[in-house]
């Protein structure tokens, strides 16, 4: 059973960082492309930062230059490193695994088959 726990959401003031982790297990991490999410209040679900097997990464418009995603295949930990933070990046984050396989199209949701249950982040103004 795939299990998928984040970590390191919060509150923090615009202008401000916060580092998010999410832990693996029971899945052959290194063959998955991982993935983060976010979903705002009222808002669907969107891809922000994604990292293939093969280490390439996507980034959404909207966090380009000010997060970044890495991935540690002896961990089997991914992490989002968020800088600059905006009132406007305020969501539940999401990590999410993808198919096991080797793809490029990682920015699309359908090639994401499991989830965590979310930390909440909070930028205030």
């Known amino acids: 059973q795939v299990q998928l726990e984040e970590s390191g959401g919060g509150l923090v003031q615009a202008g401000g960082s916060l580092r998010l982790s999410c832990a693996a297990r029971?899945?052959?991490?290194?063959?998955?492309?991982m993935g983060w999410f976010r979903q705002g209040p009222g808002q669907e679900r969107e891809v922000i930062a994604a990292?293939?097997?093969?280490?390439?990464?996507y980034y959404a418009n909207s966090v380009k230059g000010r997060f970044t995603i890495s991935r540690d295949n002896a961990k089997n930990t991914v992490d989002l490193q968020m800088n600059s933070l905006k009132p406007e990046d305020t969501a539940v984050y999401y990590c999410?695994?993808?198919?096991?396989?080797?793809?490029?199209?990682?920015?699309?949701?359908?090639?994401?088959?499991?989830w965590g249950q979310g930390t909440q982040v909070t930028v205030s103004s």
């Open positions: 999410s695994a993808g198919a096991p396989g080797d793809y490029n199209d990682i920015h699309k949701k359908s090639r994401y088959t499991s």
């Open positions: 029971g899945l052959a991490f290194r063959v998955r492309a």
């Open positions: 990292i293939a097997r093969s280490g390439g990464t």
